[in-house]
């Protein structure tokens, strides 16, 4: 059974910093694309950003690009998005997701239950 | 920028059909995937590349795609498929694009 496992969530002050991450076991991620998927309370989802299955191409969405980055250590089955000067826009849950396939069209298959993540002013 | 327009809401008797309308320029020409949100729960993949079913989706579910509108359709509505719907499109490399959602209500 597919497991993606977030964490990482929690309160931080607007201007501050936080590390996600999503730990995947029972598929072979290293051939995988990964995604960050956001819904803030109440709202639909917002893609945030996407990295190859080798890490060589990242993109993001313009609304946390400059202030986000995606990275993935494939030795450890882990996804990892670091958050950089957060706004109360950022209030979400973060989900991580994985493509169901090699294209960049590929439907994002499995979804983890998702990492609260709320900014304070 | 690429625009997915989708209806706030949907609402269907059990047993009817439901039918949940993604709409956006040239969609037709795109690859659409549909995901299904129930509350408190992560989002579910239940079509893709327009008209596919993962294993493990009903055959109630289908969709089809084209010119300006994707379609994702349920047929014999049944009280468990009330949920959020979303279809989603890669536009760029930038923009993996989701519609707004649809709740589907179940009467």
């Known amino acids: 059974q597919v497991q993606l496992v977030e964490s990482g969530g929690g309160v931080v002050q607007s201007g501050r910093s936080l590390r996600l991450s999503c730990a995947a076991s029972a598929f072979t991620f290293s051939i995988y694309g990964m995604h960050w998927v956001r819904q803030a309370p109440g709202k639909g989802l917002e893609w945030v950003a996407v990295?190859?299955?080798?890490?060589?191409?990242?993109y993001y969405a313009d609304s946390v690009k400059g202030r986000f980055t995606i990275s993935r250590d494939n030795s450890k089955s882990t996804l990892y998005l670091q958050m950089n000067s957060l706004r109360a826009e950022d209030t979400a849950v973060y989900y991580c997701?994985?493509?169901?396939?090699?294209?960049?069209?590929?439907?994002?298959?499995?979804w983890g239950q998702g990492t609260l993540v709320t900014v304070s002013s | 920028s690429y625009v997915l327009t989708q209806p706030p809401s949907v609402s269907v008797a059990p047993g009817k059909t439901a039918r949940i309308t993604c709409g956006g320029n040239?969609?037709?020409?795109?690859?659409v995937h549909w995901y299904q949100q129930k509350p408190g729960q992560a989002p579910v993949l239940v079509i893709y590349y327009d008209s596919d079913r993962p294993s493990g989706i009903p055959e109630r579910f289908s969709g089809f795609n084209s010119e300006n509108t994707a379609t994702l359709t349920i047929s014999r509505v049944e009280a468990g498929d009330e949920a959020d719907y979303y279809c989603q499109v890669w536009h760029s490399s930038s923009d993996h694009l989701f519609g707004g959602g649809t709740k589907l209500t179940v009467l």
């Open positions: 997701a994985s493509s169901s396939g090699r294209s960049i069209t590929s439907p994002l298959g499995y």
């Open positions: 040239n969609i037709g020409s795109k690859s």
């Open positions: 990295i190859w299955y080798d890490g060589s191409n990242k």
